[in-house]
């Protein structure tokens, strides 16, 4: 061939192939970016028919001129021989045959050929005449012997074999070529070897682990169909890596409103700053190794650019720096060699330290704070240093838990240095959607792809869902780890556990030993001796109020004990706590200092058990009540084996504790497998303890359920205290059990009449106990709802409906309110959107605009309507009694039901945009009958808000309000002033006995 850079590719074939000749041309393109060539400026130009003419069907001749122009001439051929040209009996072969002549004579172009397998399954197939005469062309192909000629049976294949073809093509013909032939044959022999050691390394690498987890699934999972891209904080140097460091830092970043930035951005923000190096920083199981293992995925497919924006052409290398045992007896080559075998793909010292003196490698090092102890990770951060220096060109990445980041174990300039963040609310979610369909379709190979991948989404949003409604999973699905766990214990259950001690306890075991034996580490205590370590601490740490941390030296004192107790006095107190803190994800360091548990749930999850274990039900009982102490209560009451809950609940029930609490008893009988009738049917007929006892007693009950807690409710209904009576009647009922029992009536009241003077309709709420507020764990709850508590309210009486603006015109023609007053009680010019007041004064008279008669009153202050309350002979209801009246006995979250439903009122998702009729909604009215209580218009309450008694209370949610606002225990405050376009009001009325 004549002296030149440029070489040209002419692909020949016909239209069946279309996807092969793509890949001819973008092989082309990335071997022109590759170390191969590009250094020495060789171009491959990659040239077609296609390139000539915009459509087929123009002469042939101009195509054969490329054809005599390329050097190498790329020929494939599946099913189709292609279209007749007059000469030949297509283009393809005219082409063929016209480059072949010119080989044979000229040596030139260089032929490469290349069938598709063909898969015949007809008889109808077998006899195209087509593909008859593709067959006997590739049998005479074959017996020349004298081109280069190939099979494949997939793109994949084909992409390989004209990738080597054309690499191979190039080292042999570079040594035409000046001096850069001997070096680009020594770069291909090097890449070669690299190449082996990716194809091997990628297949290790490549996965999404799921060895330590307890699990009936044993596919692989690919790491790219889950992964969710890293989102982290540049860190600085003002601030270190405790605990308390990081919380300035991220105090910090929000004050200057700093956003979070991706992989690739941190790489463009390291170029910026002519940084070639980074350290990634997390907390344990936060992704560090899946990040790793994505960016020399990323580069082994090459796709470093797209990816990651740096050059393609960096070859990644792969090693956990546990591996390490000595630095100051192996130096880095030989580490990297010994770690990533060399050996196996005849990679020698000379060729790896050639390639990351030239700059062409990726060094990716996992785990800094699995090396040994910290006398060896210090030497480890020097050594890793001098390699950064020795080998400037190349980029290092090293990962590290904060722990094993601090004080002399840090790298020294130079450096990068990222803190990975906890996945958001919508990043839990993507990558619950992401693992839940890949899962499926792995399984499921041969069904149709779309249906699994729809079934995967499916269970992912069922998850998703459970996650949102429970504070205390919420706390844990923050990080891949934790997540994959979750979702492990879902899939296998086909749901989470209804009780979270259980998806607690696998969250520890995983964390104190089996993903540590996964990653082959060094395990001092087994998790079961861990527990028993770590279950003392965690009780030592929360007899505290707010303790989340102590010192070193005071931890070690306490877990003494427990390590002679489980037969390890020998291992050193703070050699253990400090492998338990490097291998575990349970355990950390706040600072060099100080150290604690990483989530506040395996503190709580930990002290449950010690609790339990010792049967420390008088430390539980001097608790109760203390919301610090709430959530180890209800864990330790749903640990079974033993279970103290039987034991705990007799001891109880006879303190002030019972009789003021109840909401935490009843949490306790959900989560608990063993659920005791016996304590509470004791108390409904002990007559020395409280009437409030004996109550709280009875909502237990209902709890419960079964049979021995009808028999004792129904003979309940027969009690002399006639509240207590009624209250188990109500229970028999709600559990469908009350057919043939009569109901119990402590007084002969009307349970609806009619107010006489301005003629609404009034229900009676009667006396008795409601669940008040909402949950601690109820992630959609303001603070201002909770704790939870059972409420014991007198029979009182209350509007059906809101007053509507035919109800206040009659109070304003009555009242005859001054300029002043009438604007005190109602802005009548009040109008926001397309609503508006729709009462207007008509000389001395008011009048309502038509067709809004029966419509809500709306811009009243709390004045105008505690006046109308007043003037009707009624008055303005607490807010316990408004909201008794909305949720019923069930205590239900909306007036209908737990679950939200737009079509049952007049909020914002019904896109109605004002008020609507009061009666529109029958089928959202409260179990007692009242309309109106979610939607429509807020509603004024007796209640002060706050204690400066400067805002009042008002309840229910507007027209203008979401779903969630919209909630019977949602509490709004505002200045009684107020006039707004969505607040309305009812009355209640004392009942007179």
């Known amino acids: 061939m004549r002296d030149k850079k440029e070489i040209n590719v002419f692909i020949a ?25 590009k250094p020495y400026g060789i171009l491959f130009q990659a040239t077609g028919g296609e390139d000539v003419f915009p459509s087929p069907g123009r002469p042939q001749e101009i195509i054969n001129w490329l054809v005599k122009e390329c050097d190498i001439f790329v020929c494939i051929f599946h099913k189709r021989i292609g279209s007749p040209t007059g000469r030949e009996e297509s283009g393809t072969l005219e082409e063929f045959l016209l480059a072949y002549d010119s080989w044979k004579s000229l040596k030139k172009p260089h032929i490469m050929f290349y069938f598709k397998e063909v898969k015949i399954r007809s008889k109808k197939e077998r006899e195209d005449p087509q593909l008859i005469k593709v067959l006997d062309l ?97 860190h600085t140097r003002d601030y270190d890596f405790t605990l308390e460091g990081r919380k300035k830092m991220e105090e910090k970043i929000r004050e200057d409103g700093l956003s979070s930035i991706d992989i690739k951005a ?52 792969f090693a956990p720096l546990r591996e390490i045992k000595d630095p100051n007896k192996e130096d880095f080559i030989h580490f990297m060699k010994r770690v990533c075998k060399f050996e196996e793909y005849e990679i020698s010292d000379n060729a790896f330290r050639s390639l990351l003196s030239e700059g062409r490698g990726i060094v990716l090092l996992d785990g800094l704070d699995e090396v040994a102890n910290e006398d060896i990770r210090i030497k480890t951060c020097k050594w890793i240093d001098t390699a950064r220096q020795r080998f400037a060109l190349s980029r290092f990445i090293i990962t590290s838990r904060y722990a094993g980041y601090l ?11 990222l803190s990975i963040q906890h996945f958001a609310p919508d990043e839990v ?23 699994r991948r729809k079934k995967g989404r499916d269970a992912a949003l069922e998850l998703v869902d459970r996650i949102q409604k429970s504070q205390h999973i919420q706390k844990l699905a923050i990080n891949p780890l934790l997540l994959q766990i979750i979702a492990l214990v879902h899939r296998d259950r086909g749901t989470l556990p209804q009780r979270r001690v259980e998806l607690y306890e696998e969250c520890t075991n995983v964390l104190l030993e089996r993903w540590d034996m996964a990653k082959g580490l060094d395990i001092l205590v087994t998790a079961r001796e861990a527990r028993q370590i770590l279950q003392p601490l965690a009780l030592w740490l929360h007899e505290l109020d707010e303790r989340r941390s102590a010192p070193l030296e005071a931890i070690e004192e306490v877990i003494k004990d427990p390590l002679e107790e489980v037969g390890k006095a020998y291992i050193d107190p703070k050699k253990l706590l400090l492998n338990i803190r490097d291998r575990s994800g349970i355990f950390m360091g706040y600072s060099e200092t100080e150290y604690g548990f990483t989530h506040l749930s395996f503190q709580e999850y930990l002290s449950a058990e010690q609790v339990r274990n010792k049967r420390l039900i008088g430390l539980l009982l001097s608790k109760y009540g203390n919301r610090w102490w709430k959530e ?50 004791h108390a409904i007929g002990n007559t020395t303890l409280s009437p409030e006892a004996r109550y709280n007693a009875v909502w237990a009950l209902k709890e419960i359920g079964g049979d021995k807690v009808i028999e004792a409710l129904k003979d309940a209904v ?31 009241i009307a349970e609806r009449f009619i107010n006489p003077i301005d003629k609404s309709e009034m229900v009676l709420i009667p006396a008795g106990t409601f ?185 229910g949610g507007s027209w203008n309000d979401e779903g969630d606002d919209c909630r019977c225990a949602n509490r709004f405050g505002l200045s009684p002033n107020v006039r707004g376009n969505g607040v309305g009001f009812r009355c209640a009325r004392t009942l007179k006995l």
């Open 138 to 234: 590739k049998d005479k192909i074959e017996e020349e012997k004298l081109l280069l000629f190939g099979e494949f049976s997939t793109t994949d294949e084909f992409n390989e074999k004209i990738r080597d073809h054309l690499e191979g093509w190039t080292a042999e013909n570079a040594t035409r070529w000046e001096k850069i032939g001997g070096k680009i044959q020594e770069t291909l022999e090097l890449d070669r070897c690299f190449k082996n050691y990716l194809k091997s390394a990628v297949k290790e690498h490549r996965h999404l682990p799921t060895q330590g987890f307890e699990t009936n699934l044993r596919i692989p999972i690919e790491l790219e169909r889950v992964y969710i891209c890293m989102k982290a904080y540049i």
């Open 407 to 417: 004080g002399r174990s840090r790298l020294v300039g130079g450096v990068l240095e």
């Open 13 to 37: 074939s016909p239209g069946d192939v279309t996807k092969e000749r793509n890949i001819v041309r973008t092989v082309c393109e990335d071997l022109n970016k590759s170390a191969l060539l």
């Open 266 to 317: 941190a790489f463009k923000a390291a170029t910026r700053h002519n940084v070639k190096n980074m350290v990634i920083l997390g907390d344990p199981g936060s992704g560090k190794t899946t990040l790793l293992k994505h960016i020399f995925v990323s580069f082994a497919d090459g796709k470093g650019e797209d990816v990651l924006g740096l050059e393609d052409t960096l070859i990644p290398f």
């Open 771 to 955: 669940l008040y507020g909402s949950r601690e764990d109820d992630p959609v709850a303001h603070s201002n709802e909770k704790p939870q508590r059972v409420i014991d309210l007198p029979p009182f009486y209350i509007d059906i409906f809101p007053v509507t603006n035919r109800q206040f015109c009659k109070f304003l023609r009555a009242r005859k309110p001054d300029k002043d007053t009438l604007n005190h009680w109602i802005y009548l010019e009040g109008r926001f959107r397309r609503e508006r007041c729709r009462i207007k004064e008509d000389g001395e008279n008011y009048v309502v605009e038509k067709g809004y008669e029966k419509h809500p009153v709306i811009y009243v202050s709390w004045f105008g309507a505690n006046a109308y309350a007043k003037w009707a002979g009624k008055r303005l209801p607490i807010e316990e009694e408004w909201e008794k009246a909305a949720r019923g006995r069930k205590g239900w979250v909306y007036p209908w039901g737990d679950n939200f439903n737009p079509s049952l009122c007049n909020s914002d998702e019904s896109g109605i945009g004002g008020t609507t009729e009061v009666t529109k909604f029958p089928k959202g009215k409260s179990y007692y009958g009242c309309y109106d209580m979610a939607g429509n218009v807020l509603e004024w309450t007796d209640s002060w808000y706050n204690e400066e008694k400067n805002f009042r209370v008002f309840r």
């Open 632 to 681: 180890v209560i209800l864990l330790c009451l749903g640990l079974n084996n033993p279970s103290i809950i039987a034991e705990f609940m007799e001891q109880l029930i006879p303190t002030e504790g019972f009789k003021s609490e109840i909401s935490i008893v009843i949490d306790a009988l959900r989560d608990s497998i063993v659920k005791t009738a016996t304590p509470f049917i």
């Open 429 to 451: 979610k993507e990558f619950l959607i992401k693992w839940f369909e890949s899962v499926e379709v792995a399984l499921h190979p041969e069904d149709n792809e779309a249906k």
């Open 718 to 748: 027969n009690n002399k205290d006639q509240k207590l009576a009624l209250m188990a009647f109500e229970a028999l009922e709600s559990m469908g059990k009350s057919e043939g029992l009569k109901k119990p009536v402590t007084e002969e």
